[in-house]
């Protein structure tokens, strides 16, 4: 069975950081890319990034370059994804995907509340 | 920020037939991008329904159907159940600001 596990809720004040981990298991990782999507409540999908779990060349959405950073740990199939300078509109649950041709895995996802 | 256009609402009649339609340009679906499609029920993550445009991965119900044409693809619910209740999205790549994943508006289907 494949598996993406996502780390617990975070709440944070404006303009810290916050790092979601996204464990993997149940396939091979460094065979394909982990996406990262997030869903501000009420709202739609919104594409944030990718990354290569086989040599870790990254693409990230043109609005979040500079802010985001996507890394993955092969020895512990678990990929990252950290957000800096947080503003209220960062709110929003926070999904890793598995990123072959579709995204046809989605972790559980992870809420993230940046609020003062 | 979307680039792919749904329309934000379709309503059916259990049993009914429901269309969605996704519409780009040609620097996405146009381009000859493939078009996948994702159903999130209340309250869960998104789950991938159809992919390269026509593609069932194992355990859909062939109710569901996709088909793409020029810019455009849709998305067809046939026979709909109150199960079907749910958000769909669109999701295609897209050639230009260097390259990235796009999704469509989303789509709310109701069965009434």
């Known amino acids: 069975q494949v598996y993406l596990v996502q780390s617990g809720a975070e709440v944070k004040k404006p303009g810290a950081s916050v790092k979601v981990s996204c464990k993997a298991s149940?396939?091979?990782?460094?065979?394909?890319?982990i996406s990262w999507v997030r869903q501000a409540p009420g709202q739609g999908l919104e594409w944030m990034g990718w990354?290569?779990?086989?040599?870790?060349?990254?693409n990230y959405a043109q609005n979040l370059q500079g802010r985001v950073t996507m890394t993955t740990d092969t020895s512990t199939t678990t990929a990252y994804m950290e957000l800096r300078s947080l503003t209220s509109h960062d709110t929003a649950m926070y999904y890793c995907?598995?990123?072959?041709?579709?995204?046809?895995?989605w972790g559980q996802g992870t809420m993230v509340t940046v609020s003062s | 920020q979307s680039v792919l256009t749904q329309p934000p609402s379709v309503s059916g009649a259990p049993g009914q037939r429901v269309t969605i339609s996704c519409t780009g340009s040609s620097s996405n679906i146009g381009a000859g991008y493939d078009v996948h499609w994702y159903q999130q029920l209340p309250g869960t993550a998104p789950k991938l329904l159809i992919y390269g445009n026509s593609n069932r991965p194992s355990g859909v119900p062939d109710r569901f159907s996709g088909s793409k044409s020029g810019t455009s693809a849709s998305l067809a619910i046939t026979g709909l159940q109150a199960e079907d209740e749910a958000d769909y999205y669109c999701?295609?790549?897209?050639?230009?600001?260097?390259?990235?994943?796009?999704f469509g508006t989303g789509t709310k289907v109701t069965v009434l």
């Open positions: 999701q295609s790549y897209d050639s230009s600001l260097s390259g990235r994943y796009v």
């Open positions: 990354i290569s779990a086989y040599n870790g060349n990254t």
């Open positions: 995907t598995r990123a072959g041709d579709a995204l046809d895995m």
């Open positions: 149940g396939f091979i990782f460094t065979s394909f890319g």
